[in-house]
C-alpha cells in the first residue's frame, strides 16, 4: 500500500516497531482473526498522536488495540492500520500513597500486581482480567462486584481534534460494560489514574489467591476466548439462560459453549470467526425464542 512507506518512516521518527500483514489472531485472546495492513506499536502520547494526525489526514483506516481479550476479530482480517496500545507504553508508577498512574497499555495484573506490593487495595477484582488498563476504562471492565468505575480518580485521552483532554470520572458515562470511550470511538484514552486504599498485603494476597483459584475452578482459561461472551440481560444471567436452553457445549465448527461455564464461547483449537458468530446467533436466537430474553455480545467485531 502507498501509505506503508510515509508511516514506517513516520516509525523511525517515533522509535516505533511496525510490523505489515501481521495476523489478528496472535493479537487476540480468542486466537481468531485475519491479517491487517499494518501494526504499529505505539510507545508514547506523542507518537499516538502523530499517528493518528497522520491516519486521519491520508483517509486511513485505523483501530486501537491493547491486549485484544474482548475482540473477535475478522477471518479477512482488517484493511487498515492497527495501533497496538501494549508493551511499549505500560507505564506504572505511584503518584502518593494511594494513587497509581499508569498509561493505557499497562495490563490489569501488572497494575494489581503493583497495588499488592505497595498494600494498596481496592482492584482485586481486576485480577486475572487479561486486559489493558485503557481497554479496562473503555469498557469499565469489572468482576467479582468491582469495576472500573470504582476506583478511577481521573484519565487522558485524545479527542477527535487531536486534543490532550483530562476527564474526571463523572463525565465518564460510566455504567455495566460501557463508558463515554465507547460511544466516541475516536477518543483515544492514553493514560489513567487509580485511586486505591491502603490495606494489609496479606489480606490483599489472600483475596487476590481467592479470586484466581475462582476464575481457574469456574471458567474454561484452558481454552482461548474473549472471556465472557454476552452482556448479562437485565434480570437474569447469560450463563443461566443457555443453561435452561440446553445450550451446553453447542459447537458450530471449532467453537464451543463452555462446557465448564456456559457463558463462554471458546476457540477448541481450529474456530474461525465466522464459526463463533454462527454460533452465537444460534444461542442468542434460541434463548430468545425460549425465553424471551435478548441476549447481546460483549466483545467487540474488529472487520
Same mark, same amino acid.
Given at each position: 500500500?502507498?501509505?506503508?512507506?510515509?508511516?514506517?518512516?513516520?516509525?523511525?521518527?517515533?522509535?516505533?516497531?511496525?510490523?505489515?500483514?501481521?495476523?489478528?489472531?496472535?493479537?487476540?485472546? /480468542?486466537?481468531?482473526?485475519?491479517?491487517?495492513?499494518?501494526?504499529?506499536?505505539?510507545?508514547?502520547?506523542?507518537?499516538?498522536?502523530?499517528?493518528?494526525?497522520?491516519?486521519?489526514?491520508?483517509?486511513?483506516?485505523?483501530?486501537?488495540?491493547?491486549?485484544?481479550? !474482548?475482540?473477535?476479530?475478522?477471518?479477512?482480517?482488517?484493511?487498515?492500520?492497527?495501533?497496538?496500545?501494549?508493551?511499549?507504553?505500560?507505564?506504572?508508577?505511584?503518584?502518593?500513597?494511594?494513587?497509581? /498512574?499508569?498509561?493505557?497499555?499497562?495490563?490489569?495484573?501488572?497494575?494489581?500486581?503493583?497495588?499488592?506490593?505497595?498494600?494498596?487495595?481496592?482492584?482485586?477484582?481486576?485480577?486475572?482480567?487479561?486486559?489493558?488498563?485503557?481497554?479496562?476504562?473503555?469498557?469499565?471492565?469489572?468482576?467479582?462486584?468491582?469495576?472500573?468505575?470504582?476506583?478511577?480518580?481521573?484519565?487522558?485521552?485524545?479527542?477527535?481534534?487531536?486534543?490532550?483532554?483530562?476527564?474526571?470520572?463523572?463525565?465518564?458515562?460510566?455504567?455495566?460494560?460501557?463508558?463515554?470511550?465507547?460511544?466516541?470511538?475516536?477518543?483515544?484514552?492514553?493514560?489513567?489514574?487509580?485511586?486505591?486504599?491502603?490495606?494489609?498485603?496479606?489480606?490483599?494476597?489472600?483475596?487476590?489467591?481467592?479470586?484466581?483459584?475462582?476464575?481457574?475452578?469456574?471458567?474454561?482459561?484452558?481454552?482461548?476466548?474473549?472471556?465472557?461472551?454476552?452482556?448479562?440481560?437485565? +434480570?437474569?444471567?447469560?450463563?443461566?439462560?443457555?443453561?435452561?436452553?440446553?445450550?451446553?457445549?453447542?459447537?458450530?465448527?471449532?467453537?464451543?459453549?463452555?462446557?465448564?461455564?456456559?457463558? /463462554?464461547?471458546? !476457540?477448541? +483449537?481450529?474456530?474461525?470467526?465466522?464459526?463463533?458468530?454462527?454460533?452465537?446467533?444460534?444461542?442468542?436466537?434460541?434463548?430468545?425464542?425460549?425465553?424471551? /430474553?435478548?441476549?447481546?455480545?460483549?466483545?467487540?467485531?474488529?472487520?
Amino acid at each position: 500500500m502507498p501509505y506503508i512507506d510515509k508511516l514506517s518512516a513516520l516509525c523511525r521518527e517515533y522509535e516505533c516497531e511496525i510490523k505489515t500483514d501481521e495476523p489478528l489472531k496472535n493479537h487476540t485472546t /480468542f486466537r481468531i482473526g485475519g491479517n491487517c495492513r499494518a501494526m504499529v506499536y505505539v510507545n508514547s502520547a506523542e507518537s499516538l498522536l502523530a499517528f493518528l494526525s497522520f491516519l486521519k489526514t491520508e483517509n486511513i483506516r485505523y483501530f486501537v488495540l491493547g491486549r485484544g481479550s !474482548n475482540i473477535i476479530a475478522a477471518d479477512e482480517g482488517f484493511d487498515g492500520v492497527i495501533l497496538k496500545i501494549g508493551r511499549d507504553f505500560s507505564e506504572i508508577r505511584l503518584l502518593n500513597e494511594t494513587d497509581i /498512574f499508569c498509561t493505557a497499555g499497562a495490563s490489569l495484573m501488572d497494575v494489581c500486581l503493583f497495588a499488592l506490593e505497595n498494600s494498596l487495595e481496592g482492584i482485586e477484582f481486576a485480577y486475572g482480567i487479561p486486559g489493558t488498563c485503557g481497554g479496562a476504562l473503555f469498557m469499565n471492565a469489572g468482576a467479582y462486584g468491582g469495576e472500573v468505575k470504582d476506583i478511577i480518580k481521573s484519565a487522558h485521552y485524545i479527542d477527535s481534534t487531536g486534543k490532550i483532554c483530562e476527564i474526571q470520572p463523572e463525565e465518564m458515562s460510566l455504567s455495566y460494560r460501557h463508558s463515554l470511550f465507547a460511544e466516541h470511538t475516536d477518543y483515544v484514552i492514553t493514560d489513567m489514574i487509580f485511586s486505591l486504599k491502603k490495606g494489609e498485603q496479606s489480606d490483599i494476597k489472600a483475596k487476590m489467591d481467592d479470586l484466581m483459584e475462582r476464575r481457574r475452578t469456574k471458567q474454561p482459561l484452558e481454552f482461548p476466548s474473549a472471556g465472557s461472551t454476552f452482556k448479562r440481560p437485565e +434480570g437474569s444471567y447469560a450463563s443461566l439462560l443457555i443453561e435452561q436452553c440446553g445450550l451446553k457445549g453447542l459447537s458450530v465448527g471449532g467453537a464451543q459453549v463452555s462446557t465448564k461455564h456456559s457463558g /463462554f464461547v471458546v !476457540n477448541t +483449537g481450529s474456530a474461525t470467526c465466522g464459526d463463533v458468530l454462527e454460533l452465537t446467533e444460534k444461542v442468542s436466537r434460541i434463548v430468545k425464542e425460549k425465553t424471551g /430474553f435478548e441476549l447481546e455480545l460483549e466483545p467487540l467485531l474488529l472487520k
